[in-house]
């Protein structure tokens, strides 16, 4: 069964860093692909960031420059983190995590549709 857990957010002041941590459990890591969304109050949720294999990853424009992804795949590791630098105060949501095998979700990967498995979420809160 496929599990993703999420961990590492916070509050922080406008110019501040978080790191998110998603740990995957029950598949194999490399053949999927897994991203990041997060929700504001109010509005949709949206693409953040994804991962694919060990070369492909892509940012949405508006995060692009200041977060990063990056993965432990070591055994009973299997985490994917996300690295939020310079942090604005539009950043501030609920931030999830998902996941789903192959290259057809890395495809389609800024659409919430191409995700099975989504993390429970976690609270990121900048202020100004």
Same mark, same amino acid.
């Given at each position: ?12 002041? =406008? +110019?501040?860093? #978080? *790191?998110?941590? /998603? ?9 999927? /692909? ?10 949709? *949720?949206?693409? %953040? ?13 508006? %995060? ?7 993965? &432990?795949?070591?055994? =009973?590791?299997?985490?994917?983190? #996300?690295?939020? !630098? !310079? ?16 290259? &057809? ?13 989504? +993390?429970? +979420?976690?609270? %990121?809160?900048?202020?100004?």
């Amino acid at each position: 069964q496929v599990q993703l857990v999420e961990s590492g957010g916070g509050s922080v002041q =406008a +110019g501040g860093s #978080l *790191r998110l941590s /998603c740990a995957a459990s029950g598949y194999s890591y490399s053949r999927y /692909c897994m991203g990041w969304f997060r929700q504001a109050p109010g509005k949709e *949720r949206e693409w %953040v960031a994804s991962s694919y294999d060990d070369d492909n990853t892509q940012y949405t424009d508006s %995060v692009e420059g200041r977060f990063t992804l990056s993965q &432990d795949k070591a055994i =009973a590791k299997n985490t994917l983190y #996300l690295q939020m !630098n !310079n942090l604005k105060p539009e950043d501030t949501a609920v931030y999830y995590c998902a996941a789903d095998w192959g290259g &057809d979700t890395w495809l389609a990967r800024r659409r919430r549709s191409a995700y099975k498995y989504w +993390g429970q +979420g976690t609270q %990121v809160t900048v202020s100004s």
